[in-house]
T-cell receptor, first 115, second 111 residues
Framework: GAGVSQSPSNKVTEKGKDVELRCDPISGHTALYWYRQSLGQGLEFLIYFQGNSAPDKSGLPSDRFSAERTGGSVSTLTIQRTQQEDSAVYLC?????????????FGPGTRLTVL | GEDVEQSLFLSVREGDSSVINCTYTDSSSTYLYWYKQEPGAGLQLLTYIFSNMDMKQDQRLTVLLNKKDKHLSLRIADTQTGDSAIYFCAEIRNSGYALNFGKGTSLLVTP
């Protein structure tokens, strides 16, 4: 596609419910990243996928967070038993190869509100 | 990113130059980026500089890198009201891939 797309753009959920956030990277990009933007913490790295390699999950804040990437393309970030502190904008990015010199292109984000 | 610091707010008049500053602490940072975020939008890559460069110019944008002081700046010439946004400085450390962001500088351009 022309750019990284994310859905939904907004999600309001109740505390304790599970949510799934979707990311469609730029066609041909092998690397995919999830970041979280919140008022208190700024922009934080969550998880990184590159090709068929095992993902780097070092940024996930708790075991309630998980992500998968199917067929090397679309990714889903799942948050189980959501808490109010999970409220944030979740940003997805993709890059061609995932190296340090690669430019990361960001999607518009999903704004998650946990009531 | 606690290792990347920026001032939080800058206000300039339309037509003036804006200078947004950023400091980082990791000497292994080899790639430094500037992203722009407009209200309700995602991050837009503005420009980047590699650590073996001192300066990069791209139309109205000039990036200066002082590796000795670990200081990065973004100068926007002839600032317009459409430049009002939050500007994020970000680093990638050598052999890394995750962007480490500053908290962002909110630029307000007044007529």
């Amino acid at each position: 596609g022309a750019g990284v797309s994310q859905s939904p753009s907004n999600k309001v959920t109740e505390k304790g419910k599970d949510v799934e956030l979707r990311c469609d990277p730029i066609s041909g990009h092998t690397a995919l990243y999830w970041y979280r933007q919140s008022l208190g913490q700024g922009l934080e790295f969550l998880i990184y996928f590159q090709g068929n390699s095992a993902p780097d999950k070092s940024g996930l804040p708790s075991d309630r967070f998980s992500a998968e990437r199917t067929g090397g393309s679309v990714s889903t970030l799942t948050i189980q038993r959501t808490q109010q502190e999970d409220s944030a904008v979740y940003l997805c990015a993709s890059s061609l190869w995932g190296s340090a010199s690669d430019t990361q292109y960001f999607g518009p984000g999903t704004r998650l509100t946990v009531l | 990113g606690e290792d990347v610091e920026q001032s939080l707010f800058l206000s300039v008049r339309e037509g003036d130059s804006s200078v947004i500053n950023c400091t980082y602490t990791d000497s292994s940072s080899t790639y430094l980026y500037w992203y722009k975020q407009e209200p309700g939008a995602g991050l837009q890559l503005l420009t980047y500089i590699f650590s073996n460069m001192d300066m990069k110019q791209d139309q109205r944008l000039t990036v200066l890198l002082n590796k000795k002081d670990k200081h990065l700046s973004l100068r926007i010439a002839d600032t317009q009201t459409g430049d009002s946004a939050i500007y994020f400085c970000a680093e990638i450390r050598n052999s890394g891939y995750a962007l480490n962001f500053g908290k962002g500088t909110s630029l307000l351009v007044t007529p």
